[in-house]
């Protein structure tokens, strides 16, 4: 397997979404609705992956799915049924919301017929692919940063661009939180960008090469594919997209952490995802003083009870 090195002008222009699974953390509530659709306040998580996408100009986007999934490929759909009839009754506002929901992306989606963990995700992916560099974003992670700044996927493209590498999102996490991820070593090579030479997956303390963990945000290059076809299944008995990663590595295809500027919000799990609905409930103006004080009265009575 040869390093490829792509032309620092050569955009990405396509996102693989991974959506499969069976989000076993949330049932019962996943026996029939996909995790990738829980809402945080009224916009499945889902769809803030894919703006995410779209704000960083790529509009080709597969969502990977498995059986059952389908819900995702209605949520994306257009709705004639109910646009007519807010249309009828008036409600612009919230017509252009429904006829908001992917608008300007083209999706394609494709069945995972078994699933073997995020590397046999991606690899479903290598025929929409072809030969050029992708995002990869995790269908039930979303990142928030400031207006200023570009998404987390745009940073990555931008530090594509500038070094023709791939790229993986990193951010530092407590030494004792490293046991949970994909953890990055390597040399600084520019603020916030490190050369990586190394990846361990859910290491412990002591043999973590550092605190940077992998944050669900990746632009792979299309040898990727070749590398998941040799990889054998890993932990779990899953294809491991850290292991493939790691042959590239070592047959000197350059890759790169950037420290994500913005926020990771995990909603895989349960107690993330409700610290998550009541951020993002404090983040709306029309919720945030009503939900403050309902905080505060529950807070209170707590304190009352423990006297």
């Not at 919720?287 to 009352?304: P, T």
Request: aromatic share 6%; glycine share 10%.
């Amino acid at each position: 397997m040869t390093a490829t090195r792509f032309s620092a002008s050569r955009g990405i222009r396509k996102a693989v979404i991974p959506a499969a699974g069976f989000g076993t953390r949330f049932l019962p509530f996943t026996k029939a609705v996909p995790k990738e659709l829980i809402p945080l306040v009224d916009r499945p998580v889902i769809q803030y992956v894919v703006e995410e996408a779209l704000s960083a100009g790529i509009e080709e986007i597969l969502i990977v799915l498995s059986g059952g999934k389908e819900a995702i490929i209605r949520h994306f759909d257009s709705a004639g049924d109910l646009e007519r009839r807010l249309e009828h009754d008036g409600k612009s506002a919230l017509l252009e919301e429904v006829r908001s929901v992917g608008a300007g992306a083209r999706i394609h989606y494709v069945y995972q017929r078994e699933l073997n963990g995020l590397g046999g995700a991606v690899l479903e992916a290598a025929s929409f692919v072809g030969d050029e560099p992708f995002a990869v974003l995790l269908g039930d992670t979303v990142m928030t940063g400031s207006a200023a700044l570009p998404s987390v996927v745009g940073q990555l493209a931008g530090v594509h661009a500038e070094t023709g590498g791939s790229v993986i999102a990193v951010e530092e996490v407590p030494a004792e939180a490293v046991r949970k991820y994909g953890v990055i070593g390597g040399t600084e090579c520019a603020p916030g960008v490190v050369r990586i030479d190394r990846m361990i997956e859910k290491p412990s303390p002591e043999e973590a090469p550092s605190r940077l963990a992998v944050a669900a945000r990746y632009i792979l290059p299309p040898e990727i594919f070749a590398a998941l076809r040799e990889t054998p299944r890993g932990k779990g008995g899953e294809i491991q997209l850290t292991d493939a990663i790691r042959r590239l590595l070592a047959a000197g295809v350059p890759f790169y952490g950037r420290r994500i500027e913005g926020r990771r919000h995990d909603i895989g799990a349960k107690l993330s995802f409700l610290k998550n609905t009541i951020e993002f409930g404090l983040s709306r103006p029309e919720f945030h003083d009503e939900l403050l004080a309902f905080m505060r009265g529950i807070v209170d009575k707590e304190s009352q009870s423990k006297k």
